[in-house]
């Protein structure tokens, strides 16, 4: 569960679920395009093979963020193209 408020300067975590489509993908990475106070946040996957089964799975890994400065910031998880969740952070120092 994404947090109301964080201190500045502190490290937190949330787990982020996402769909791997076939037997070949796996996650790389959280991709962050931060514009002013907009974080966007993508799940990055790499499909390698051409032997997959079309198999849809649930997975999910850790998404670690802080912010230095306090303020409003707004986090957009995007769960496809256009689609996301977002949410409000209250960093406080």
């Not at 201190?7 to 070949?24: K, L, P």
């Not at 890994?61 to 409000?88: C, I, L, N, T, V």
Request: contains cysteine; proline residues 1%.
């Amino acid at each position: 569960m994404f947090p109301d408020s964080l201190q500045a300067g502190i490290t937190d975590e949330v787990s982020v679920q996402y769909v791997i489509e076939n037997s070949c993908g796996s996650f790389v990475e959280f991709e962050e395009t931060q514009i002013e106070n907009t974080i966007d946040v993508r799940v990055k996957l790499l499909y390698d093979g051409c032997n997959c089964n079309l198999v849809f799975t649930e997975d999910s890994s850790f998404y670690s963020f802080k912010q230095d400065s306090a303020g409003y910031y707004f986090y957009r998880f995007y769960y496809a193209d256009a689609d996301f969740e977002s949410y409000q952070l209250v960093v406080y120092e």
